[in-house]
């Protein structure tokens, strides 16, 4: 059974790092993009950054370039996303998730496994 477990999340203030990272268990996925999504309350989940099999591709929604950083550990099945000078509207559920097919980090049809999610709140 495939399970992504998110980790990291927490409550800061702005301009603060996190770090958050997924494990993925069940089978082995080096050869999948991986990617970090989000969801505020009231609002559609959104993707955050992405990561090519081989980890040279990346890819950034605008609002987090400059500031979020994803990486990947594949021979420890693990996808990392840190965050830097964090502001309020960062706040949201952070999903891990992998993608089945091609190339595509920003279309969420295309991640079949997801994980619960990790919860990051920052304070102004």
């Known amino acids: 059974q495939v399970q992504l477990v998110e980790s990291g999340g927490g409550l800061v203030q702005a301009g603060d790092s996190l770090r958050l990272s997924c494990a993925v268990s069940?089978?082995?996925?080096?050869?999948?993009?991986m990617g970090w999504f989000r969801q505020s309350p009231g609002k559609e989940r959104e993707f955050v950054a992405g990561i090519s099999w081989s980890g040279l591709m990346t890819y950034y929604t605008d609002s987090v370039k400059g500031r979020f950083t994803i990486s990947r550990d594949n021979a420890n099945n693990t996808v990392y996303l840190q965050m830097n000078s964090l502001k309020p509207e960062d706040t949201a559920v952070y999903y891990c998730?992998?993608?089945?097919?091609?190339?595509?980090?920003?279309?969420?049809?295309?991640?079949?496994?997801w994980g619960q999610g990790t919860q990051v709140t920052v304070s102004s």
């Open positions: 069940g089978r082995t996925f080096s050869k999948n993009t």
């Open positions: 998730a992998v993608q089945v097919g091609p190339y595509a980090p920003s279309y969420s049809e295309g991640y079949k496994y």
